[in-house]
């Protein structure tokens, strides 16, 4: 993770990547912890990360950093309520479903 941090570190002090890509990021990497927490509890038995993915996928740069300030603010109604919008589009369901599939038929 250090070794990710400071190749991402050097790419930004050298200019080829920008700051909204390093705080996009980051906000992302916080609101996949956040997203993962309410899935595991709200959908049971659904494999979370490839879940995590479909729904970080599927939201909109908003939805992400309000899903990321959860990470220090802590879970409330709101950010459920998020997250089962983002997982209950009809892409992100498809999305769900297609890795699901994936992973029984190996």
């Not at 089962?84 to 479903?97: E, K, L, V």
């Amino acid at each position: 993770m250090r070794v990710l941090g400071l190749i991402a570190l050097t790419f930004a002090l050298s200019g080829c990547l920008s700051t909204e890509a390093l705080v996009e990021a980051s906000a992302q990497s916080a609101a996949k912890s956040v997203i993962k927490s309410v899935i595991a509890d709200k959908l049971p038995g659904v494999d979370v990360d490839d879940a995590v993915d479909c729904v970080v996928e599927n939201a909109t740069t908003d939805q992400i950093v309000d899903i990321a300030k959860a990470a220090v603010t802590g879970v409330d109604d709101s950010t459920v309520s998020t997250v089962t919008s983002i997982a209950t589009q009809p892409d992100t369901i498809s999305c769900i479903a297609q890795s699901e599939l994936s992973n029984l038929l190996g």
